[in-house]
Every structure is written in C-alpha cells, then in structure tokens.
C-alpha cells in the first residue's frame, strides 16, 4: 500500500469546517483512499472512502485531487465530539493485501 | 455502534499465563481481522480470517493464535504473555474479506500483562 503523510495534530473551532489533510504521492490507479478516526482508545470508526471522485456521506466529505497525490477529509461542521485521531489509509482495490495500515494519524482537537 | 462485539473489556494478568479474546462479527460478515495497539507500533494488523478459514496473516507473534468457529466468532489466543505484550486488541469484520472491503472495528479488549 502507498505511504501516507498527514500532519500530527490540528485544532478547529466548534462549528466551524474541519479540513484534514493527507499526501499520497506514490498512490497507484488502483489503490482506494480510506478514512477512518479513533476516539480516545475506542474502536476505529469507518467515516469514508473514494478512488479518484469526490465523495460524501453522513459524516464527511471526502476531496481527492486530480492527480490523486493528495487528499482532503472535510467534516462540515466539527463538534466536540469529533476530537479524535484521524488516519488516512491507502489500499489496493483488488489482490490479497487485506489488512490496513495505520500510520499515526492526525490528532483533531476541536476547541468549544 | 459498529455491531462487532468484543469481550472481556478488560483483562489484567501476570506474566507466562494464558488469555483468550472474543470477538463476534456483525451479523452476515464472514471475515475476521485482529490488530493490536501498542504504545510504541501504533495499530498492526495481526491476522484474519474468512469463513473459518487463515486468509491472511501480519506480525503476528507465535506465542499468539487465532480461529474462527463455525458460527463465525473468533478467539485470539495469547500465551506465554510477556510485558510489552500490554495492548489494546480490536477485532474487526467485513462481508466477504476482498481487499476493497470496509472493516468495522470492535471497542476493544484492554489486556495488561504484570
């Protein structure tokens, strides 16, 4: 899978856009990029995943640049309870490599 | 709530002993994957498996292992337990195990080795 490099911590006002970004230079045509973020010791939570479009869901917005080298996770309007360490994944979308891998994410801390 | 089940929550014990986590897997996923979260690796995949079968394995420690039962939950045994083996351990599940799959993680087993 390609590496990911995504800057160790951000801060964000409570309701405003938190815009998280992820570099994947090295990504290839058929590798997805994923979300996902860990709450403090819980679980890691699927947010979103695209290949080359834009995508959204419920939780965020998901923007991948043309040349598919970068990324930006967008959650539209940040609640406190949205502080959490979020990692951006890239996996191939097909073959036998089934695990992710997590690198250390960026830790959110979104401030009332 | 992802719908992956995890017990115990927490497990204290010593050094050399013996452990079993429990995960059971979201109604209708046939793939099981185990990671560990250490203060010093960050989470690692350890290993998964597909309708009872060893599809794929990481870092895993061969004092460590794994199956997946006929109703589809699986238990990661851990022996000869050692001190940096202290970690959080997450289960996770997908439909059908293919790379392109979401995995939806459990809340965790905290296991402390003394």
């Known amino acids: 899978d390609a590496k990911t490099t995504q800057p160790p911590s951000m801060d964000c006002a409570e309701g405003r856009a938190a815009n998280l970004p992820c570099n994947h230079s090295t990504i290839s045509g058929n590798e997805y990029v994923y979300w996902y973020r860990q709450i403090h010791s819980q679980g890691p939570q699927y947010i979103i995943h695209?290949?080359?479009n834009n995508e959204t869901n419920e939780m965020a917005s998901l923007i991948i640049t043309e040349d598919r080298k970068s990324s930006t996770l967008i959650l539209p309007h940040a609640t406190l309870r949205d502080t959490a360490v979020y990692y951006c994944?890239?996996?191939?979308?097909?073959?036998?490599?089934?695990?992710?891998?997590f690198g250390k994410g960026t830790l959110l801390t979104v401030n009332p | 709530d992802s719908g992956v089940t995890q017990t115990p929550k927490h497990l204290i014990t010593a050094t050399g002993q013996r452990v079993t986590l429990r995960c059971s897997p979201r109604?209708?996923?046939?793939?099981v994957y185990w990671y560990q979260q250490s203060l010093d690796q960050g989470l690692q995949f350890l290993i998964q498996?597909?309708?009872?079968?060893?599809?794929a394995k990481g870092n895993i420690l061969e004092r460590f292992s794994a199956q997946q039962f006929p109703d589809l939950h699986s238990e990661l045994n851990l022996s000869s337990l050692e001190l940096g083996d202290s970690a959080l351990y997450f289960c996770?599940?997908?439909?059908?195990?293919?790379?392109?799959?979401?995995?939806?993680f459990g809340p965790g087993t905290r296991l402390l080795v003394l």
């Open positions: 994944i890239v996996r191939v979308a097909r073959g036998s490599n089934y695990k992710l891998t």
């Open positions: 695209g290949l080359k």
């Open positions: 498996y597909y309708n009872g079968e060893e599809r």
């Open positions: 996770a599940s997908s439909v059908g195990g293919l790379s392109q799959e979401t995995q939806y």
């Open positions: 109604s209708g996923d046939l793939s």
